[in-house]
């Protein structure tokens, strides 16, 4: 069964968006703070958003103003949805609990052009 499915990545070009979704299973969805994080290629994993059960958001300085963080509990659904993307934005995008409490999903590929 899988526990953190991430999909929505893809090629824009700078400027572009991209709405990323990440359906949870097998965990209490519900009752868990959730974020997302992205990896580039020989960098360190980052938190870049994060949404308490309450709906109480939260973000990287780098992301915020253009990438907005939401929650289905009804779904176990998890969503980004990025706008006015840049070159620097390029990482793999990964679903966890704010904590990282949970094992990773494969992550979604999000690659912006310049």
């Known amino acids: 069964q899988v526990q953190l499915l991430e999909s929505g990545g893809g090629l824009v070009q700078a400027g572009g968006s991209l709405r990323l979704s990440c359906a949870a299973s097998?965990?209490?969805?519900?009752?868990?703070?959730m974020g997302w994080y992205r990896q580039a290629p020989g960098k360190l994993r980052e938190l870049v958003a994060s949404?308490?059960?309450?709906?109480?958001?939260n973000y990287a300085g780098s992301v915020k103003g253009r990438f907005t963080i939401s929650r289905d509990n009804a779904k176990n659904t998890l969503y980004l949805q990025m706008n006015n993307l840049k070159p620097e934005d390029t990482a793999v995008y990964y679903c966890?609990?704010?904590?990282?409490?949970?094992?990773w999903g494969q992550g979604t590929q999000v690659t912006v052009s310049s």
């Open positions: 966890n609990t704010a904590r990282s409490l949970w094992p």
């Open positions: 949404i308490t059960t309450g709906g109480t958001t």
């Open positions: 097998g965990r209490t969805f519900s009752s868990s703070a």
